[in-house]
């Protein structure tokens, strides 16, 4: 599923200014992922341009995982590429918006005035993230219809009984309601399907061979399944593609990615003044993008989540570099990942991680396991065990394993979220995002 709990920034990348022709240690960039791939901490696929050309491609880990055989990942396999898609749904906006037939002051109530506030919701404030509408992945029913097909109609219906979370342009809140909706708004404008408007307007424009509108994964295709670790890769559930539509639906590889942000900040999208308007932060929201810093180098992109896939897509404009990176299988964090590559890319310090593994008896984990609530976020979180693996899962959550990396201290990689627990004082605190929470035990 899309990214269901409240949309984390990625963690910032810091990296020294370098000069356009500079050379890199290819050889232990591959090291790195070796040792990725070794230990079971990543399965994905990476690449990097440089002034537009790719400079380096690899995959590792298994498109798929069955009991008759493993497919290995390759750097042509595709993946669901999940809230990366609404980069692209924005630019069919501002190229619908160039021709006509849409502008930003445009109601949401011209095309589904039943919607909470629709009247008073323009398409800025739906690309910018300011309309005020719930995110449905949020909502607690998601889970019970994220397998199963959904028409227009059926989505709106959902849509229309979620109460608006504040009024319109009054603040900004990530939701992924939004970017549904600009997906059917393109489809009623031009009187095509999305996937062919994506077709038509961005991937045969500029040659993107292996990006379109996804459907139920088919590894004939090369398409990659999604995997949790849990003592082994274990397959995720697979949303079905009709319901994220053009908040996350797209599927890709990290090399037409990286082809795709350079044709945007190239302008041969869309206008140099509309990218200009995309990258404009407001309240840390851009229109389908986020600022990314590097010390005095601005970057921006997106990143996305869906199943068991994380992917990154982000552009230093100065150093005209892009990176892009799909996982369908994470233990150690996607943004570390890239922090890694980069680093060896740019001749940074970086020390490639040993990956030591801790195993706990499964008594040892009996003084964790229990219900624990925070007075500073409405969320509660229960740990249970499996054998020797600890679980989490939060309110309205499936449950996910977690990593043990020293004394009380366990993580879960996937959500940059680190549980560091007081037994003794029946609590732990989560650390994620720079953000500290502090959990208590509830007594049943």
């Avoid at 929201?285 to 986020?290: D, I, P, R, V």
Wanted: hydrophobic share 35%; proline share 4%.
């Amino acid at each position: 599923m899309i990214q269901k709990r409240t949309y984390h920034f990625l963690l910032f990348l810091i990296l020294q200014s370098c000069t356009h022709g500079q050379t890199f240690d290819k050889a232990r960039l591959d090291s790195f992922f070796v040792a990725l791939n070794k230990n079971d901490q990543s399965m994905g696929s990476i690449a990097i341009s440089a002034n537009g050309v790719v400079v380096y491609q690899n995959a590792i880990g298994f498109s798929q995982i069955n009991k008759q055989a493993k497919t290995p990942s390759t750097i042509e396999t595709k993946y669901r590429i999940g809230s990366i898609s609404k980069m692209f749904t924005a630019t069919m906006i501002f190229q619908l918006i160039d021709e006509g037939k849409l502008s930003f002051e445009t109601p949401l109530a011209r095309y589904f005035p039943q919607l909470p506030n629709a009247s008073k919701i323009n398409i800025r404030e739906m690309l910018d993230h300011r309309s005020g509408l719930h995110n449905f992945t949020s909502d607690s029913l998601y889970a019970t219809y994220m397998g199963s097909p959904k028409s227009e109609a059926e989505i709106i219906a959902i849509f229309s009984r979620q109460k608006s979370d504040f009024e319109p342009d009054s603040k900004a809140e990530y939701s992924n309601t939004n970017f549904v909706l600009l997906g059917y708004i393109i489809e009623r404008l031009t009187g095509k399907t999305y996937g062919e408007e994506l077709k038509k307007r961005i991937t045969s424009k500029i040659g993107l061979a292996q990006t379109y509108y996804g459907t139920k994964a088919n590894s004939t295709k090369n398409e990659a399944h999604s995997y949790i670790y849990q003592g082994q890769w274990t397959q995720m559930p697979e949303t079905d593609m009709s319901i994220p539509g053009g908040a996350g639906a797209i599927v890709s590889t990290p090399t037409d990615l990286v082809k795709f942000i350079n044709a945007l900040f190239e302008g041969k999208l869309i206008s140099i003044a509309n990218l200009e308007l995309m990258k404009t932060m407001r309240d840390n929201y851009g229109m389908a993008m986020f600022a990314m810093p590097f010390y005095d180098i601005k970057g921006y992109g997106h990143s996305g989540g869906i199943d068991g896939f994380l992917s990154l897509l982000f552009y230093l404009p100065k150093e005209k570099i892009a990176i892009a990176y799909t996982s369908n299988g994470t233990r150690y964090s996607y943004n570390d990942v890239v922090t890694g590559a980069l680093s060896i890319y740019f001749n940074k310090p970086f020390t490639i991680p040993e990956f030591k593994t801790i195993t706990l008896k499964s008594t040892e984990l009996d003084k964790y396991v229990g219900e624990y609530s925070s007075t500073q976020i409405p969320l509660k979180i229960t740990m249970t065990k499996k054998d020797i693996t600890l679980f989490a899962q939060a309110s309205g959550q499936s449950a996910f394993p977690l990593e043990a990396k020293g004394e009380n201290k366990f993580v879960y990689a996937s959500a940059d979220a680190t549980f560091q627990f007081e037994p003794d004082k029946r609590c732990f605190t989560l650390i994620q995002k720079g953000n500290t929470y502090l959990f208590n035990k509830t007594d049943k």
